[in-house]
Each structure stands twice: as C-alpha cells, then as structure tokens.
C-alpha cells in the first residue's frame, strides 16, 4: 500500500495550458506539503497545509494554487504553465513536529 | 536565512568502503532529517534525528544541534547506497517547513 501517492507521475504539456497534480496520503497525517526541486536537484518548499488549512505560502507565483478537500488529499493546480516550471514536484506529509516526512514518488512536469 | 551546508558535494566509493557525510547549519533548529534519494528518484527518509545518535542497520546518524552538524555514516557501503543524499533542517515556529541542503552524490562502484 502506497503511503503517500502522487498522479501524474510524468506530464509533458504546451506553453499555456492547464494542468493539475494530485496527491493523496494515507497515513493519517494532519500536514502535507508541495515542494519542487529544480534541475540542479535543489529542493525547495512551496505549501503547506495542515488540517485543510493553508499554512505555509512561500513566493510562488498565482499562477499556482493548491486546494486541500480534506487532510488526506493535496492537489497542485497551476495555469498558464511557463517553460521555467519544468521541474519535479514533490508531495509530502508528516504528522506535525513529531515525525519526519513521508515523500511521494514526485511528478515530473515538462513544459514545451 | 538559515544555510545548510553539505559535504562533500560528490563521493566515488568501492564496495565496501565506510564514508561520512556532513550537514552544517547555522542557526538553532527544531528537527533535522536525512533523506536519500535513489537513482529513480524517490526520496526516502532515512532519520529524524534533532540530536543524539541513531542507526538503522549499515546507517547511522549523529547530530549535536549546540554545535550545529549532523553526520551520516555509511558502512560497508552496497551499490544500492548510490544515490544523493539530502540533509533537511526545520526552524522554530516554521510549521513543519524544511530547509534542504544541497545534497551529496554518491556513486558506490563494484
């Protein structure tokens, strides 16, 4: 059983198009997480939410929203996609400052 | 912001050998984490480790948060130890937020 499940697993898509990313966590944690990590590996934060509140924003453009319907599900929307967003996207969990994170297998998203 | 420093940016091993990593960090944190993330690109938590010493089986960590590191040993180290590994740090009052380092590549040869 897959802890904490992300789909797509790969996304290749045009300049301006629309696209989503799911993620799902059965672990019964309270927080998950978005991050991207970037070419050169470096990984970086982008949400957080904990109990389907947004708690974490860090300057992501708008272009990026993510919507949590319940505490076991955080998707990932981004609009108007550009060519610097190609990177892999990352959901995590974590039962909050007690435990460390469970990653999910990531997304790649490539852009052309 | 905090700074996370790892070292060495790369590593070649033969089987066999034993290795450290190394993580600075330059401000007090809450938690600390070790991740690898394997040739496929999963990430894989490895300790949570906010001070003292830990092992899991040819893995062991320690971290003394008053002088801000945290080491990673490798023992006997297996091909499937390649990969990179990722040091993570959560300050105070930040919800959970980690602060990565920018890893270590091991490549472990036969």
């Known amino acids: 059983d897959t802890a904490v499940s992300q789909t797509p697993k790969y996304l290749v898509t045009q300049m301006g198009n629309d696209k989503s990313i799911k993620c799902e966590q059965n672990l019964g944690h309270d927080t998950m997480y978005w991050y991207k990590q970037d070419s050169k590996k470096f990984l970086k934060i982008m949400f957080s939410?904990?109990?389907?509140?947004?708690?974490i924003n860090e300057t992501v453009p708008n272009r990026f929203s993510p919507k949590s319907p319940d505490k076991a599900h955080l998707n990932l929307h981004i609009n108007s996609l550009e060519l610097g967003d190609s990177a892999v996207y990352f959901c995590?969990?974590?039962?909050?400052?007690?435990?460390?994170?469970?990653f999910g297998s990531g997304t790649r998203l490539t852009v052309v | 912001g905090i700074q996370v420093e790892q070292s060495p940016p790369d590593l070649i091993l033969q089987e066999g050998a034993n290795s450290t990593l190394r993580c600075n960090f330059s401000?007090?944190?809450?938690?600390l984490q070790w991740f690898h993330q394997n040739p496929w690109g999963q990430l894989i938590n490895l300790f949570y480790?906010?001070?003292g010493t830990k092992q899991n089986g040819r893995l062991s960590a320690t971290t003394v948060a008053t002088e801000r590191y945290s080491l990673l040993y490798i023992s006997s180290s297996q091909t499937t130890d390649s990969g990179v590994y990722f040091c993570?740090?959560?300050?105070?009052?930040?919800?959970?937020?980690?602060?990565f380092g920018a890893g270590t590549q091991v490549v472990v040869t036969p």
């Open positions: 993570a740090v959560e300050l105070a009052d930040s919800w959970g937020k980690l602060q």
């Open positions: 939410y904990n109990n389907k509140e947004l708690i």
């Open positions: 401000d007090s944190v809450n938690n």
């Open positions: 480790i906010p001070s």
């Open positions: 995590a969990s974590s039962r909050q400052g007690r435990y460390g994170y469970t």
